[in-house]
């Protein structure tokens, strides 16, 4: 059996002033997912095979970077959020038959890529942190 993490005295958690620097943090990730995937979209057709290297890159940057930069695995979905909705918005297209996305392979590898590589991105292991205290005993 496992003994319960304990967290070192004195530490009640984040500031109301930390917790609310987060919250805007994930805030701003979101549109921030949505310019990258309109990008992504725009780039990936345009210079075949390279364009899609090139938005598949510009997408994991920022799933990585986000999930880097805030330590959670939120603020990887933050930015992936804002980044499928609207890919899937451009897939869509419009009654008249245009679309930004169009069916092909290209488009396809982009969609599903970015998809794995926010997967991926949010399972990584994080680092340890300086000072983390936080063990599990096993007895």
Same mark, same amino acid.
């Given at each position: 059996?496992?003994?319960?993490?304990?967290?070192? %005295? #004195?530490?009640?958690?984040?500031?109301? %002033?930390?917790?609310?620097?987060?919250?805007?943090?994930?805030?701003?990730?979101?549109?921030?997912?949505?310019?990258?995937?309109? @990008? #992504?979209?725009l780039?990936?057709?345009?210079?075949?095979?390279?364009?899609?290297?090139?938005?598949? &890159?510009? +997408? @994991?940057?920022?799933?990585?970077?986000?999930?880097? !930069?805030?330590?959670?695995?939120?603020?990887?979905?933050?930015?992936? %959020?804002?980044?499928?909705?609207?890919?899937?918005?451009?897939?869509? !297209?419009?009654?008249?038959?245009?679309?930004?996305? &169009?069916?092909? /392979? !290209?488009?396809l590898?982009? /969609?599903?890529?970015?998809?794995?590589? %926010?997967?991926?991105?949010? +399972?990584?292991?994080?680092?340890?942190?300086?000072?983390?205290?936080? +063990?599990?005993?096993?007895?």
């Open positions: 059996m496992s003994a319960p993490a304990v967290r070192p %005295a #004195g530490s009640a958690g984040p500031s109301p %002033a930390g917790r609310a620097a987060r919250i805007a943090a994930y805030t701003a990730l979101v549109p921030l997912g949505a310019a990258v995937g309109v @990008a #992504g979209a780039v990936q057709s345009a210079w075949f095979p390279g364009g899609l290297l090139l938005a598949l &890159a510009g +997408t @994991a940057g920022l799933f990585l970077g986000a999930g880097r !930069g805030l330590g959670t695995q939120l603020g990887v979905v933050a930015p992936a %959020a804002g980044w499928l909705v609207t890919v899937v918005l451009l897939s869509i !297209g419009r009654p008249e038959g245009d679309g930004v996305l &169009a069916a092909g /392979i !290209g488009s590898l982009f /969609i599903v890529g970015g998809m794995v590589l %926010a997967v991926m991105c949010a +399972t990584m292991a994080r680092p340890a942190q300086p000072g983390d205290t936080f +063990t599990r005993l096993d007895g």
